[in-house]
C-alpha cells in the first residue's frame, strides 16, 4: 500500500526583523516552544544531544482541545542550520510534523515559513483532523508565531542595543 502524503494543517509566511542565525537558534532550541506556543503547558530534552540536532527528542506537555493534558515525545528529525528545522510527534492520530524554513532578506532580516502536517494514514483520522483540529491549529499558530516573532525581535534589539 502506498503511503499518503501528509495533510497539511497550517501553513505561514511572516518576516521577523533578526538575523536568520538568530532566528534559527531560538527555534532549534525547541524547549522555547512552550514560551510562544498557546496551549503547550511545557517542554524538556529527553536526551543529552545538542539543540538542533538530529535524534534531539523532547517530551512536551500540551493541553487539548478536550481539557485533557497530553504527554508527546517530539524528535528533531531534520535540520540544517541555519535554514531548516523540522519535528515530528509520537501523538496519535494527529502524528504531527513541524517544518520551519528560513530564508535571509538581508542581514536583519528572515522570512520563516511555518508548516504543521498530520503525518496520518487513516482515511477517517485524516478526515477528523481536518474537521476539528484544522480551525484550532490555524488560531494557535498564528497567535503563537506572532508572540514568537516578537519574541525574536526584542531580543535582537535589546542585543544591538548593548552593542
Do not use: C
Request: hydrophobic share 40%.
Amino acid at each position: 500500500m502506498d503511503k499518503k502524503q501528509n495533510v497539511t494543517l497550517v501553513d505561514h509566511a511572516l518576516l521577523i526583523k533578526s538575523p536568520i542565525s538568530e532566528v534559527f537558534d531560538f527555534l532549534a532550541n525547541h524547549e522555547n516552544y512552550a514560551l510562544w506556543y498557546p496551549k503547550v503547558i511545557s517542554i524538556e530534552a529527553a536526551n543529552q544531544l545538542p539543540h538542533g540536532t538530529v535524534g534531539k527528542i523532547y517530551k512536551e506537555a500540551i493541553g487539548l482541545p478536550t481539557g485533557r493534558i497530553q504527554s508527546i515525545n517530539i524528535t528533531v528529525v531534520e535540520s540544517r542550520a541555519p535554514e531548516l528545522f523540522v519535528t515530528e510527534g509520537d501523538f496519535a492520530p494527529l502524528h504531527p510534523r513541524m517544518e520551519v524554513w528560513l530564508s535571509e532578506k538581508s542581514a536583519s532580516e528572515t522570512l520563516l515559513n511555518w508548516s504543521f502536517y498530520s503525518r496520518s494514514q487513516s482515511m477517517i483520522g485524516r478526515l477528523l483532523i481536518r474537521m476539528f483540529l484544522k480551525k484550532t491549529l490555524e488560531r494557535d499558530s498564528a497567535t503563537g508565531l506572532a508572540r514568537m516573532k516578537a519574541m525574536v525581535e526584542n531580543q535582537a534589539s535589546s542585543q544591538s542595543v548593548g552593542h
